[in-house]
T-cell receptor, first 114, second 112 residues
Framework: NAGVTQTPKFQVLKTGQSMTLQCAQD?????MYWYRQDPGMGLRLIYY???????DKGEVPNGYNVSRLNKREFSLRLESAAPSQTSVYFC?????????????FGPGTRLTVL | SQKIEQNSEALNIQEGKTATLTCNYT??????LQWYRQDPGRGPVFLLL?????KEKRKERLKVTFDTTLKQSLFHITASQPADSATYLC???????????FGRGTSLIVHP
């Protein structure tokens, strides 16, 4: 099992450009999440998908959109990138109702917006 | 609003000693609390979960306590090793949402 995979690993954008961050998991998890992590701010939830076909806003959703393409894949789109979106983005998944409800995280995407 | 506090200053200790990290929360009644480890350049990795009706949970050299009266969890690493150096995140969660809220993390540095 590859676990949670994210692409790309690094990306540099100019202000106003758009891009989609891809996330996939092969653990048959039902819930998936997108976080951003900034120095001194910790992990902040952008969007999540409790199950296939549903998405909900998290703490910091402005400037982002998501798509739960199927049970495996959950993508995050920046329509018009801004320097404030420079961050490290983590995708995570969870099998709800497991004993520990632990989140499995991907390796992250390091995004710089110039 | 919900608030989670972890020591922002790095904890420096000598190899072999016990490291104790603190997580305090306010305006919150979590059903359980998780601890994660994060190494530089990597995503967090789950370590332990403790539920509101549990006082203590152990796993190898790790021990977590949960005091719902004090609204605090303590995370202990006994016989610490340089390989334990990392940032440790606490993440309380209400039962039904499956959405943990992460603290900012405390950096642990274990010196040989």
């Amino acid at each position: 099992n590859a676990g949670v995979t994210q692409t790309p690993k690094f990306q540099v954008l100019k202000t106003g450009q758009s891009m989609t961050l891809q996330c996939a998991q092969d653990m048959n998890h039902n819930s998936m999440y997108w976080y951003r992590q900034d120095p001194g701010m910790g992990l902040r939830l952008i969007y999540y998908s409790a199950s296939e076909g549903t998405t909900d806003k998290g703490e910091v959703p402005n400037g982002y959109n998501v798509s739960r393409l199927n049970k495996r894949e959950f993508s995050l789109r920046l329509e018009s990138a801004a320097p404030s979106q420079t961050s490290v983005y983590f995708c995570a998944s969870i099998f709800r109702d497991s004993s520990y409800n632990e989140q499995f995280f991907g390796p992250g995407t390091r995004l710089t917006v110039l | 609003s919900q608030k989670i506090e972890q020591n922002s200053e790095a904890l420096n200790i000598q190899e072999g000693k016990t490291a104790t990290l603190t997580c305090n929360y306010t305006n919150y009644s979590p059903a359980y609390l998780q601890w994660y480890r994060q190494d530089p350049g990597r995503g967090p990795v789950f370590l332990l979960l403790i539920r509101e009706n549990e006082k203590e949970k152990r796993k190898e050299r790790l021990k977590v306590t949960f005091d719902t009266t004090l609204k605090q969890s303590l995370f202990h690493i006994t016989a610490s090793q340089p390989a334990d150096s990392a940032t440790y995140l606490c993440a309380p969660s209400s039962g039904g949402s499956y959405i943990p809220t992460f603290g900012r993390g405390t950096s642990l540095i274990v010196h040989p």
